[in-house]
């Protein structure tokens, strides 16, 4: 039935994992930004009689403004976080945090603020990024704890029931030749 396609579990080229983050953003821009200026648009300044257009109106024209900014902002922090990482040989959390710092100092330069606000603008903006990874962290160590807690109800099920339970014998940091290798199905015993 045709060629079967490969799975990527990432892209093969960064850039197209910027260009999918980019386009992404700048979809919930546009998302967000049509939901806010319709509503918006329905309870301020319009009389009773056109709410509805009024609401319709104040979301076309605003939703693209909203999305690009979105999206533009989206872009550079993409570029800064690139600087970092090959500045610093390596892709990590602290890359992202110092980008993310960078584009709010900017931010907050550009809407004419001095060097307070900027430095105020940089700190929200690594403390932004720093709550995300907070909350990513907090989310995997409570599913690692739920998939623990699976496993450990499974094996005490499995005693319960009287079944023997698999226990995985640790692998030797002893090379062993292959003729003295036992087969895959010693490595897991039972007792």
């Given at each position: 039935?045709?060629?079967?396609?490969?799975?990527y579990?990432?892209y093969?080229?960064?850039v197209y994992?910027?260009?999918?983050?980019?386009?992404?953003?700048?979809?919930?821009?546009?998302?967000?930004?049509?939901a806010?200026?319709?509503?918006?648009?329905?309870?301020?300044?319009?009389?009773?009689?056109?709410?509805?257009?009024?609401?319709?109106?104040?979301?076309s024209?605003?939703?693209?403004?909203?999305a690009?900014?979105?999206g533009?902002?989206?872009?550079?922090?993409?570029?800064?976080?690139?600087?970092?990482?090959?500045?610093?040989?390596?892709?990590?959390?602290?890359?992202?945090?110092?980008?993310?710092?960078?584009?709010?100092?900017?931010?907050?330069?550009?809407?004419?603020?001095?060097?307070?606000?900027?430095?105020?603008?940089?700190?929200l903006g690594?403390?932004?990024?720093?709550?995300?990874?907070?909350?990513?962290?907090?989310?995997?160590?409570r599913?690692?704890?739920?998939?623990d807690?699976?496993?450990?109800l499974?094996?005490k099920q499995m005693?319960?029931?009287?079944?023997?339970?698999?226990?995985a014998l640790?692998?030797?940091?002893?090379?062993?030749?292959?003729a003295?290798?036992?087969?895959?199905?010693?490595?897991?015993?039972?007792?």
């Amino acid at each position: 039935m045709g060629r079967d396609l490969p799975i990527y579990y990432s892209y093969p080229h960064p850039v197209y994992g910027v260009v999918v983050f980019v386009g992404e953003l700048f979809l919930w821009g546009a998302t967000g930004g049509a939901a806010f200026h319709f509503a918006r648009g329905l309870v301020h300044g319009v009389p009773s009689d056109v709410r509805l257009a009024g609401a319709v109106h104040a979301a076309s024209a605003n939703a693209p403004r909203v999305a690009g900014t979105l999206g533009a902002y989206c872009a550079a922090f993409s570029a800064f976080e690139e600087a970092f990482s090959h500045a610093r040989g390596g892709r990590d959390m602290w890359c992202s945090v110092s980008a993310s710092a960078a584009i709010w100092g900017l931010h907050s330069l550009r809407r004419g603020g001095g060097t307070a606000a900027t430095a105020g603008g940089a700190l929200l903006g690594a403390a932004g990024i720093l709550a995300i990874y907070g909350f990513e962290h907090e989310c995997m160590v409570r599913e690692s704890r739920r998939a623990d807690a699976d496993d450990l109800l499974c094996l005490k099920q499995m005693i319960d029931r009287g079944e023997p339970t698999p226990v995985a014998l640790a692998a030797s940091r002893v090379a062993v030749p292959d003729a003295e290798r036992p087969p895959v199905e010693m490595l897991f015993a039972m007792y």
